[in-house]
């Protein structure tokens, strides 16, 4: 038996192998709104991905993160209608040195430009495969 889908919320499957960034961007997309399926390593995401019973409106997945390219294949060929959305550790740097500082991970809020692309992608445009 698998993961049931949320009633009227989108599914982000997010893949970071850097627990802080994953869930800061968890933390935060979840504010916004969509329910996040949390991935650390390549197992995790094929895991998910098969076995989640309903649609997932985006794959949200570290560049960087070892395997990224098998697993985002995978979920390709396999949900052909959901699209990619590769971030850099450039995207999260701010954060991790923040978090060296000392900073609370409550007060780091989730960079503008993610979230605009977040809903760029799962509202569509044609492409399946971004990067940020």
């Not at 995401?45 to 995978?74: K, Q, W, Y």
Request: charged share 30%; with cysteine.
């Amino acid at each position: 038996m698998g993961l049931s889908p949320p009633a009227d919320r989108h599914v982000i499957l997010l893949a970071d192998s850097n627990v802080f960034a994953r869930n800061l961007l968890s933390r935060e997309l979840t504010r916004e709104g969509y329910y996040i399926l949390a991935a650390s390593n390549c197992e995790e995401v094929l895991r998910l991905s098969s076995s989640f019973e309903g649609a997932i409106h985006l794959l949200l997945a570290n560049c960087d993160m070892t395997g990224r390219a098998v697993f985002s294949d995978a979920v390709i060929r396999d949900r052909p209608k959901t699209p990619v959305l590769l971030i850099s550790a450039r995207t999260h740097e701010n954060l991790v040195e923040r978090t060296r500082e000392r900073v609370r991970w409550s007060e780091t809020k989730l960079p503008e430009q993610v979230r605009i692309r977040v809903r760029e992608a799962i509202t569509g445009d044609g492409r399946r495969i971004t990067e940020i």
